[in-house]
């Protein structure tokens, strides 16, 4: 049978797709796959929007907590709405601000499905104010007291100190904080006081000498293991990197030698930075094995800022 040509826009010949059975025995003709388009996918209707759902869910493994603040102003009447925004955007902390809640009132009473409340009332009666902690199920959730002491007179500050373990593994300290709109200065100056003495109750390490803590632990473990050996390695005294004869000594000489830097940033290494923090210590502290170090670097450290401050 004679086979006609057709010729498309670009100027070849071609034969037309087959119309006939195909070579097992198939009766639909064949379809000839078009340049430049997807060949049809085999997916079921509706496939798209299950994985555009799954690639925005968290997954269950996750190690990452979702942490989020509300000033919620009375949250008897909107626990509905708050259940739903709990559970539509998978939070596993919510700290809550004038929840306006009466000490006399029972937990039966704010019920938050899937979730436990931890609560702070305003111990004034009047209904006003307070704050909360709504905990997902599953997360370790400790509340922290205060000392009646702790508190500054003329403080109106409001706060929930709880101790937060996701898992076995990790632990940190979170802080629902509130303060009524007051703007005296002596009111600014009663209110941050009083955050600043339960900062201090907490025996709390400040971030700046967090990191030093740290970075002096690690400091000391290379010293005493040599592990890693290119941290290690970049380490010397003083007499080491002067290359003193043994029989000519000083004090200084059993320190740690800090690299010279211009800039800021390269102050801020950590084989700049460890060194000096390591030689400010007292002298008998670098000599303690790595778990005393750690217990009196604390200690030390707390000291210092307490008086500081």
């Excluded at 959730?141 to 706060?159: F, H, N, Q, Y």
């Excluded at 979170?174 to 003495?197: E, G, I, K, S």
């Excluded at 907490?202 to 740290?214: G, I, K, M, Q």
């Excluded at 000594?249 to 390269?266: A, F, I, K, W």
Aim: with cysteine.
């Amino acid at each position: 049978m004679p086979v006609k040509l057709t010729r498309p826009e670009h100027g070849r010949l071609v034969p037309p797709p087959p119309t006939g059975p195909t070579a097992d025995g198939d009766p639909r003709p064949r379809r000839r796959a078009r340049r430049g388009r997807r060949a049809p996918s085999a997916r079921k209707r509706g496939s798209k929007g299950a994985k555009h759902r799954e690639r925005h869910q968290r997954p269950a493994d996750s190690v990452s907590l979702v942490i989020g603040t509300l000033n919620v102003q009375s949250v008897k009447p909107k626990l509905l709405e708050l259940s739903t925004l709990l559970h539509g955007h998978n939070h596993d902390l919510m700290c809550l601000t004038e929840t306006w809640l009466r000490p006399t009132t029972p937990n039966r009473l704010v019920v938050l499905p899937g979730y436990q409340l931890l609560r702070a009332d305003r111990s004034d009666g009047r209904g006003y104010g307070g704050v909360a902690l709504a905990t997902r199920d599953g997360v370790s959730v400790s509340p922290i007291k205060m000392p009646a002491d702790a508190s500054c007179p003329g403080s109106r500050l409001e706060t929930l100190w709880t101790l937060v373990k996701p898992d076995s593994r990790r632990q940190f300290v979170l802080c629902t904080v509130y303060r009524p709109p007051r703007h005296t200065v002596a009111d600014l100056t009663a209110d941050f006081t009083d955050l600043q003495a339960q900062l201090q109750h907490l025996r709390w390490l400040s971030a700046e000498n967090l990191v030093t803590y740290h970075s002096l632990c690690l400091l000391h473990k290379v010293r005493c293991h040599a592990e890693p050996e290119l941290l290690a390695g970049s380490l010397a005294t003083v007499a080491e990197a002067r290359g003193r004869d043994a029989a000519v000594s000083t004090r200084q000489d059993t320190l740690l030698h800090v690299p010279r830097s211009r800039t800021e940033m390269g102050k801020r290494r950590f084989t700049c930075r460890a060194p000096a923090a390591l030689n400010s210590l007292p002298s008998d502290l670098p000599r303690l094995p790595p778990g005393a170090f750690g217990q009196r670097l604390r200690r030390h450290l707390l000291e210092e800022q307490n008086t500081s401050n």
